[in-house]
């Protein structure tokens, strides 16, 4: 088993973090094939080798999926396709 974890940084309004976090959901379910569901300020990510979430924090999200045998060997694609989509939708939080 294989897992991934990715911490951003954000300085949006939680509405705002939350609406580009369904945009990211929306990329993983056309990417992957996963289904994503909201529960709280997490978004739930499933898929037969896939068990994760991205909980959204008050300036932060965080990614954490376990992969499971298959996806594991694709899981620096994986990671390098899910740091792509949080770049375009959380750029560098301002300091």
């Known amino acids: 088993m294989s897992l991934i974890h990715i911490r951003r940084a954000h300085d949006l309004t939680r509405t705002a973090a939350r609406e580009k976090l369904d945009r990211v959901a929306e990329a993983l379910s056309k990417r992957f094939d996963a289904h994503c569901e ?3 300020d997490m978004l739930a990510v499933s898929h037969p080798q896939v068990t994760g979430s991205i909980t959204l924090g008050e300036r932060d999200v965080v990614v954490e999926a376990k992969l499971g ?3 594991a060997m694709m899981r620096d694609r994986i990671d390098e396709e899910l740091v ?3 770049d375009r939708e959380f750029p560098a939080a301002k300091a």
């Open 84 to 86: 792509r989509v949080l």
């Open 38 to 40: 909201w529960k709280g």
């Open 69 to 71: 045998f298959l996806l």
